[in-house]
């Protein structure tokens, strides 16, 4: 098999499993309780918490552990809206955020909130003087996305927490895709709440953290119990939070060694791709993106028989387009940035891990060349193509 779907999700790290064990057995006690295997527990789970601080350049106070990218995402949004709603009803986002950012945003204009959704360029980058336009007197929150999570694309985050802060305004990034890949400084960055998710950096999934600087007044998500300073009710997921205290650590300790390695083999496969196939393009900002992210468009293909047939190779990848969840809609996110309809349909992303090697790769593409000449021979789009002389 060959596994290229990181941005769905990672295999879980073997230390971390590692790590994880003796709180599943041994090591069971409520961190809440006062006892010593109680505190065994609570001292697992505020070392994590500093692991996973330092990754960020942020405080351990300032860490609150959540269920997931998607909780924190709502967390951020929903009560950041709430704590100023005296102040201003209006948020900006943008038009490519993950549905657990879009989704609450819409839940949020359901509650008298306004929202904008910003346009991005074609390369998927929100323009930061088109951020300053859409500030109005009323805007009390901002979230951007610190990486997309279909086409890898870095947003220019340092900026748009510099124009939040001057401003006075709050400023959110979901950085589900980008912690632990690339550096991130909150403190440089301005950025007052940050959403990250475990299973993204070989940790477990089902845990996730949102970070709110500290001095910042934001009321709690769940309700029922004093855990997380009583901000995060119910009792802790200790073995998850300790994965993800290790998953950090481990991911700290080797980011630069991996996104190097990622960078390169993912410029050798969109290389080989564009010289190997003709009509296909890479979708997002060639440099601007995250190290192991390849989204590449193929006209005249539907991105589902693509997955299919890659699959029957063995090959695990995704496609741009939400066909796979029951919608046939092809991606926001590439509509976001100006693609046809056909096109987005015809997208495919390869998100590689540190594990990938050039021989992998090399597979790939030939599968890759196969199966589109296969579904292209298939296509009466292309052969009205080809008939009219357009692709001579
Ligand atoms: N935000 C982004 C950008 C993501 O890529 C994801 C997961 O794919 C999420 C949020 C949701 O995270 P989780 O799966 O931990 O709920």
New binding site residues.
Partial sequence: MIYLDN??TTKTAPEVVEAMLPFFGEIYGNPSAIYSMGSAGKKAVNTARRSIASVIGAKQEEIYFTA????A?NWALKAAAEACRKKGRHIITTKIE?H?VLHTCRYLEENGFAVTYLDVDGEGLVDPEMLKAAIRPDTVLISV?FAN?EIGTLEPVGEIGAIARERGILFHT?A??AFGQVPIDVEALKIDML?A?A?KLNGPKGV?MLYVRSGLKLGPFVHGGAQERNRRAGTENVPAIVGFGAAAARAAARMEEKGRKERELRDYLIRKIEEQIPYCRLNGHREKRLPGNANISFRFIEGESLLIMLDMRGICASSGSACTSGSLDPSHVLLAMGLEHEEAHGSLRMTLSEENTREEMDEVVEALKAIVTRLREMSPLYEDFVKSGKGA
């Fill in positions: 941005a769905a997931g990218g998607t909780e995402d993950h657990a996305m999570n979901d589900v895709q959403s998710s299973h996730g």
